[in-house]
């Protein structure tokens, strides 16, 4: 398959970012310069002026189209590979379930090749005609083939850069993120370890073919780098797979490449996360089951709350709050709005013995509003929401919501109190999140006074090419 950009200079993949958005691909015209129908097209001065060097990539590439042709997308059970050159839609892929159904059958996973305007080789990448996200590239050296063996190193190379560092205490018994996506160029595939147990999520089904063989991979790299595992929990959540057009009964095939599970834990495991032995429920839980980006920052915001009384906004499971009251806070209260994460926090507690942390099923935002109301008053607050902005279009409202939460964190604190705040946004920079708690202050005529500005734990790395993989802020701010 060989897709075509709009004339742009300034697409993202153009700097080795791997997302190609259907709304930049040419509308319906074939690498051939043919239409959806088989007929010569367009503008025929343009393509006659361009016919040496695309034909010169297209030859180049069909060849190694034919190298790649024994790869398991060949066998993919999704759908039959079709036969043509595929063209493509210039609107994004639609939400409504209607519109997916209507996209079906689809063939998941092919290889397709990128070219610029002009024909110019770009990369490679797999496709997915159902989804919003077009294409995601694997590779940016035009002899490079996507293959077992490219899946199989990558995956290798992202294990054994969770071990360049000593640092992380109680390895084998502990939780890590073990691939993720596009910072380990493995875009639609994270890994966590919790203990000997892996936590698998798709986020792309162009990688479905592949299911299997990554998993089998992973596991062979985690026995290879020091911490195998004898359990696997796989999921795709709902949301994800409406966007990619990805069926029921895709769901269960999924999860039935689950193994090593005892029926009676139903996707619970318990794994040390520093000081606290925790359980998180891998089967049910938000995301791959914790959040263990945040795990450093557990640690760093803890040694600020000894003696002082605490509240932790939408603690989840409680890793914010049971770290203060581990490192010695006089009183903590978590709040959040999902019950079975509260269950959890609470058994959490209990197996730590940890006695003066309660936990309470609340509206962060209704919440805080209460509680200012009646001029109640906390020396330390954390704020660790959910992402506000799932999209470009979404990061002024959420910048809205983030001043509101945090204004309203900021009216609770006694003076010298610590205000922990986090944005776990990619589409909100860094730069705007502080920008917004210079709003806060100044509206609040509260100095808020900033010892630490973190990111996600080293296990969460960052790639250049792609910046929302810089997506977690976590601001520890003294306020006067």
Known sequence: MILRTKPNRHFPFLSRHPW????????????????????????????????????????????????DSSGPNDSAELTPVPETVATVDTEPASADPAATEAATPTQFGQIAEL??????????????????????????????????????????????????STLRPNLAGGGERLVFSESDLLSGLIVDRYADCLSIQFTSAALLSRGEFLI????????KHGTPCGRVV????????????????????????????????SGRVWYQHHDLKMAINLCEGQKTGGYLDQQD????????????????????TGGFALSAALAGAAEVIGIDSSEKALELARQNAAANSLDHVKFEKADCF??????????????????????????????????????????????LLNPSGILVTCSCSGHVSRADFLNMLVDV????????????????????????????????????????
């Open 20 to 67: 190609v958005l259907a709304t930049a691909l040419a509308d319906g015209k074939r690498a051939d310069g043919k239409g959806a129908d088989g007929k010569r097209g367009g503008n025929k001065r343009a393509d006659d002026k361009r016919s040496g060097k695309h034909s010169k990539s297209a030859k180049h590439l069909t060849s190694h189209q034919n190298a």
């Open 115 to 164: 070219l610029d305007h002009d024909g110019n080789w770009i990369g490679r990448g797999l496709y997915n005609p159902a989804s919003r996200l077009r294409l995601r590239l694997y590779s940016f050296e035009a002899d490079q083939a996507i293959d077992d063996a490219l899946f199989a190193r990558r995956v290798d190379q992202s294990v054994a850069r969770r071990r360049q």
């Open 216 to 223: 089998d991979q992973v596991l062979a790299a985690c026995e």
């Open 234 to 265: 796989c999921r795709m959540d709902p949301a994800t797979a409406k966007h990619e057009g990805v069926s029921d009964e895709w769901i269960a095939k999924i999860e039935s490449w689950s193994r090593g599970l005892d029926s009676e834990e």
């Open 297 to 316: 920052n557990h640690a760093i915001a803890a040694s600020y709350m000894k003696g002082r009384r605490v509240l932790d906004v939408c603690t989840y």
């Open 366 to 411: 209704d919440d805080l509003k209460e509680r200012g109301q009646v001029g109640e008053k906390f020396d330390a607050v954390i704020l660790d929401p959910p992402r506000f902005a799932g999209s470009r279009r979404q990061v002024d409202a959420a910048l809205r919501a983030y001043a509101r939460l945090n204004m309203s964190a900021v009216d």
């Open 441 to 480: 202050g100044r509206k609040r005529r509260r100095d808020l006074v900033m010892t630490r500005v973190l990111g996600p734990s080293a296990d969460h790395p960052c790639a250049v090419s792609c910046p929302e993989s810089d997506y977690l802020k976590c601001v520890i701010a003294e306020v006067q």
